[in-house]
């Protein structure tokens, strides 16, 4: 029931900021024991943790992008969004958000993924 789609840009130039939002259907982002992820997969490489905002709006960061990176959320809307700054072709990626339950720490729920490619 619940279903999460990504939307944003396609292609973003580098030293540009990337913003990305997370809309949430058929649940809130406001649940019980649920954060709010945003992963992604460069080609050719694994999942890489980015993320996330819990449910009473605690953000969490990876260390590695911490100083570039920020999440947000819209609880009237039901959206999360993550913002990226000074992208470079490394970051380039598909990009999922995801519903990660706590106290399993397992994902119950995916977005299909969005491609971002850093260009000029």
């Known amino acids: 029931q619940v279903q999460l789609q990504e939307s944003g840009p396609g292609l973003v130039k580098p030293s540009q900021a990337l913003s990305l939002t997370c809309t949430v259907s058929?649940?809130?982002?406001?649940?019980?024991?649920?954060?709010w992820t945003w992963i992604r997969q460069p080609p050719g490489k694994g999942l890489e943790w980015m993320g996330a905002?819990?449910?009473?709006?605690?953000?969490y960061y990876s260390p590695s992008l911490q100083s570039r990176m920020s999440i947000s959320r819209d609880t009237s809307k039901n959206q999360f969004t993550l913002q990226l700054s000074s992208v470079t072709p490394e970051d380039t990626a598909v990009y999922y958000c995801?519903?990660?339950?706590?106290?399993?720490?397992?994902?119950?729920?995916w977005g299909q993924g969005t491609q971002v490619t850093v260009s000029s």
């Open positions: 058929g649940g809130s982002i406001t649940a019980n024991y649920y954060y």
């Open positions: 995801g519903g990660l339950l706590l106290t399993a720490f397992e994902y119950d729920y």
């Open positions: 905002i819990g449910y009473s709006g605690s953000t």
